[in-house]
């Protein structure tokens, strides 16, 4: 009697172990349904693409930047697609030629960015705190929206798109090229954030002579917020088209550097702090 009752006990444990076996995981799964079907439900996305960008340092930025600068040597037929792509909202960055692409943004600054309407006063604050640091001497006028022209552009790593900077280019206007250009600003590339300027040209008073490298480089970097950077040794006089150069380098992305040269074009008065 007792054998027959274990018998039937160890018989029920197995045919419940089969039915939940077999109708178990359905009605967990109605059961789960219940709490989702017919009700909102909110989940927040984290989108990388041409309109997101992650912090980075800045190190990176200035590294992106001036990789992406560097793309700027594409045949006009790649670069006008590249800024077609750049107008596109739903930019498809497996189109782009190339690891790192330098493009014009036709939709604007998103809500975040400097705009169009306050770029030149940004500028003129960035010149300021240049003046005070004595990287550029005070002559150097301001610029206006009558004189100057400012196009936002982003610097997107193709590879990486959540790895990208926005900075506004301001340029002396195509219709001042016979304009008294002294102790004016040629160009510069601004960052759309935070306003500091990256790379700079600009008419000025001083000599070669008068011009300290080490001093406006450390105080360049002070400034943009950089690692201290290191001399870059080469011997070649080549390296630019004047003689009047030293260049410097700081730490990028990963085994990736970026040389920064201040140099000066004699005849012209004009120096200048360029990313490569």
Known sequence: MRNTARYFAVFLIVALVIAVSIWGPEALAKYKDKGILDEPHIELVMEA???????????EKLYILSRCIESQVLSESEQNALTFYAGNASLDYE?????????RKYNGPSGKEITDEQIYTTCNEGLAILKELDILPREVSDVTAASYNATLYSAIDVLEPRNNVAVWK?????????ADKENRLIDAYIDADDGKIYEFYARTPLLWRDIDTDAIIGAWADYMGLDAPTAYESDNPLLETTPYFKKYV???????????????????????????
């Open 170 to 178: 301001m340029e002396l206007s195509n219709s001042q090229k016979n």
């Open 250 to 276: 700081f730490p990028g992305m990963g085994e990736g550097r970026t040389i920064v040269t201040v140099g000066y074009y004699e005849g012209i008065n004009e120096v200048f702090l360029k990313i490569s």
């Open 95 to 103: 189109e782009l030629d190339g690891s790192y692409a330098f493009v």
């Open 49 to 59: 693409g041409e309109g997101y960008r992650y912090q980075m340092n800045a190190n």
